[in-house]
């Protein structure tokens, strides 16, 4: 019966919404039905007394009532509309990453030295931000990667599936004075693991903090601000979309401190490149982010100099870099001087083992078990 009623005034918003023409009836389907099934019924009407029938006016009336229904809930004005901050410019957006891949350059013969089980990981930020040199990357927020061609030569191939939700450790870094939900903040980075289970402790980190070589960030080389992150990328994920990010490093050209300009970042994966002025936000859903082999740490290479400009090159070098010279006592201008001959020697005569003689003869004169030259 409560069916056949329904039906009947089903009918008869039908018949209503057809009179009523291009008005907009969505909103307020079930209002106009319970008063539609409310009114009188008009078909019985016209057979009993057919000269009254033709007055129809109490059938349009709901017409005109339902468009003015209040609607709460009408879900345009229900999304969340405002802005903490001016929103991020993306590029790319693709919605955000899903995955990562790059490769990693080495130069360094030292890079593949007493290498354990090499390994490429989302690592956590917090002890940047928070420039705590002593921050333990937690386990859970460890993404391991994977290397995808043969690690000892070089480039190699890394790539990173995204987790849906990682487990980073959320910062606040807006700026605001108010407290915030943050973002997780993550480099991608080249380690070494060696101790324990396949994840980085304390001991693989040395003592923790970030890295500073061969990760998608650069770091400062300059020793007044050593081990800042001057450039390069970081990935972000906002579990929300109202939290903000910097969009550049402010006056005092050190990130995530207060004068940082901030824009609002969209929830999930953002790459920023940290390299671009404001920075860049990245939405590509599968960017490409190389690892970066710091110019302090590559391998400076003489090999297409002659044998006595390779060795004056060389000791410009240790004057300038050397960290005990003064507390050995050395006096680089006095061993050029004592040596260059033997080098010149060497490259007149043309004579790989006169050089490399001259340079292991040279090396025993630094007094640092940490230096040697070529075993000849
Ligand atoms: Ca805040
Ligand atoms: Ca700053």
Known sequence: M??????????????????????????????????????????????????QAPEPTTTPEPVEEAPDETDESDPVSSEPTDSRFPAAELINDEGGSVSITGEVTYSNPFFTLGVAEPVVILEDQA????????????????????ITTDFFTSPFEYSVALPIEPQGTLRDV???DQENTGVQVFAIAYWTNTF????????????????????????????????????????????????????????????????????????GY?????????????????????????????????????????????????????????????DWDALLEEFLPRFEAAEASDSNEAYRRALRDFSWRIPDGHVSGPQV
């Open 270 to 330: 953002t790459i920023v490149n940290l390299d671009s002025a404001p920075f860049t936000f990245d939405r590509a859903s599968n960017p490409v982010i190389d690892l970066i082999e710091p110019e302090s740490t590559a391998l400076v290479d003489y090999s297409d100099l002659s044998y006595s400009e390779a060795f004056e090159g060389f000791v410009e070098q240790l004057k300038k870099e050397y960290a005990f010279t003064e507390y050995k006592e050395l």
């Open 174 to 176: 807006d700026n605001d």
């Open 2 to 51: 409560q069916l056949r009623k329904s039906l009947f005034g089903l009918i008869v918003l039908v018949l209503i919404l057809a009179a009523c023409g291009g008005d907009d009836p969505t909103p307020e389907v079930t209002d106009t039905i319970e008063a539609a099934v409310d009114t009188p019924v008009p078909t019985e009407a016209p057979e009993e007394t057919p000269t």
């Open 127 to 146: 002890g940047f931000v928070d420039r705590n040199e002593h921050f333990l990357m937690p386990l859970a927020s460890q993404t391991l990667g994977q």
């Open 196 to 267: 324990g289970d396949p994840f980085l402790e304390e001991r693989d980190l040395s003592g923790g903090g970030w890295s500073t070589a061969y990760a998608s960030t650069e770091v400062s080389d300059d020793a007044e601000t050593e081990r800042e992150i001057v450039g390069g990328s970081f990935l972000i994920f906002a579990p929300d979309g109202q939290q903000g990010f910097p969009s550049g490093f402010g006056e005092d050209g050190l990130l995530f401190t207060e004068d940082d300009p901030i824009v609002q970042v969209p929830a």
